[in-house]
């Protein structure tokens, strides 16, 4: 599909050769256009080769467990840098490269600015830090540190929020974290972002299974709160979006910087998908004893007086294109009855009027989507979460795991789809409910990188630990 202000390219693909030389599996595709309102045959992925890791990998290390979900991309915003907290390994270099790959001090817990291209780590003073997040404008960052917890308890004694030049690596203010009034201190502080230039948002707990979202006053250090939550949270212009369990599934809210809350339909169970600028992308499922229980991708203007408007029937956990004309996500059909396991595609379609351009067959989800209903998606939301396509800064190439958990990359211009990771979730996957994700995707802002947080656990560990490992993107 040719979309306006994009490069035009021909469809010539790369040759065999040239293909062998980058160590790649390259498969092209070419497809006729519309003709007289039809629709284009879907493009059906090849064989997944055998091999692991096709891509060339800058390198890997182990990170803190909330990279794996935290809903914040380490990558800097302009450029392809990555800021991680709770570096636990000094991790390893690429197969052909040499020397020290980390600088002395880093690890242990630390956080680090890394330069992917040169493998190189950059320590930042923030002792005990799990979490990072930069500013807008990548001038600052914010690293969520905690206390070393006492003796004889598990917990951190209290966490805090120190603010660094992202330039320098010096220390602007430090912040610590404790709830107004008679409230017990944070135990658990699972995710930050920016939120309105100078303030922060948090989610924290303390001592229950509720989680709570803080808006923090980056200047003065004022804490107040918004509303509670259970899962994750997007910062979306002047509304932060989030998911919150209620009894029968999930819903999704949106509070703005007065703690006041607008549902997007207390009744309906509800998976949260993307957003930005006020605009949520998300899987809505029908009312209890409607007829059917696929979802259906709905945008929702949250910060725009609550209008929503229906993409797609049977389709959910999608991203949108930066510029917000396309949006690709996965679409569930039922295949042979109830026993059987549906299929998945990846579909590309238009946001105004919710229209297929292209569509991808993936393979099959887990069963039982007939038999279990709505109960369904909340037990296989990890699967389906993991494999929510990601469109490049460009606009132009998406990266998502098939059904068998493969890492694939498609421009959405010439069908050239290229295999960067055989199975790359397969041994997450076998992990079961242990992990809250099989795989998490990240773009570096300026499309060199992937960034890929993986789950590991080795034979006789009784936890997992994340594994980072960064995949260098082959060249348009």
């Not at 990072?132 to 004889?152: I, K, Q, T």
Request: net charge neutral; charged share 20%.
């Amino acid at each position: 599909m040719n979309r306006g202000g994009r490069r035009e390219r021909g469809p010539a693909p790369l040759s065999r050769a040239g293909a062998a030389a980058c160590g790649l599996a390259l498969v092209v595709f070419v497809l006729a256009g519309c003709h007289g309102g039809g629709r284009e045959p879907p493009l059906s992925l090849p064989p997944t080769p055998a091999g692991g890791v096709l891509a060339r990998v800058a390198g890997r290390c182990t990170v803190d467990q909330r990279h794996l979900f935290s809903p914040v991309s380490p990558w800097s915003p302009s450029g392809s840098r990555l800021a991680l907290a709770g570096l636990r390994a000094a991790g390893e270099p690429p197969a052909e490269a040499a020397g020290p790959v980390t600088p002395a001090g880093v690890g242990g817990g630390a956080a680090a600015i890394l330069d992917p291209g040169s493998w190189s780590f950059t320590p930042l003073d923030t002792p005990g830090g799990t979490l990072a997040a930069w500013s807008p404008d990548g001038r600052r960052l914010a690293v969520v540190e905690a206390a070393p917890p006492p003796p004889s308890d598990g917990w951190p004694e209290g966490y805090s929020v120190r603010l660094l030049d992202a330039l320098s690596g010096a220390t602007a203010g430090v912040i610590q974290l404790q709830p107004p009034g008679s409230a017990p201190p944070f135990n658990v502080v699972n995710d930050v972002d920016w939120y309105d230039g100078g303030r922060l948002i948090i989610s924290s707990h303390a001592g229950t299974a509720v989680d709570t979202l803080w808006l923090l006053d980056a200047a003065g250090g004022g804490l107040s709160r918004l509303t509670d939550i259970t899962l994750r949270f997007r910062v979306s212009g002047p509304a932060v979006a989030f998911e919150q369990w209620r009894r029968g599934g999930i819903r999704v809210g949106a509070v703005d910087a007065s703690g006041a809350v607008r549902w997007f339909d207390p009744e309906a169970s509800q998976l949260l998908g993307d957003a930005r600028e006020g605009r949520v992308l998300l899987a809505s499922w029908p009312k209890a004893g409607a007829a059917g229980r696929t979802p259906a991708l709905v945008l929702w203007g949250a910060g725009e007086g609550g209008w929503r408007r229906r993409l797609q029937d049977g389709a959910g956990w999608g991203s949108w294109s930066r510029d917000g004309k396309d949006v690709a996500a996965l679409a569930v059909r039922a295949e042979g009855g109830e026993a059987a396991a549906p299929r998945v595609d990846l579909v590309v379609l238009d946001a105004a009027r919710g229209r297929v351009g292209l569509r991808v067959p993936l393979g099959h989800a887990p069963a039982g989507m007939e038999e279990q209903k709505e109960q369904y998606w909340s037990e296989n939301r990890r699967w389906f979460e993991a494999r929510r396509p990601r469109w490049s800064p460009a606009e132009d190439r998406l990266a998502f795991l098939d059904g068998a958990g493969s890492l694939w990359l498609l421009d959405v211009e010439t069908r050239q789809a290229t295999c960067l990771w055989a199975r790359a979730a397969a041994a997450a996957e076998a992990l079961g409910p242990l992990v809250p994700a099989p795989l998490r995707l990240e773009w570096s802002a300026d499309g060199r990188f992937l960034a890929v947080f993986l789950p590991v656990r080795a034979a006789g560990e009784a936890d997992y630990r994340v594994e980072l490992t960064v995949v260098e993107v082959p060249a348009g």
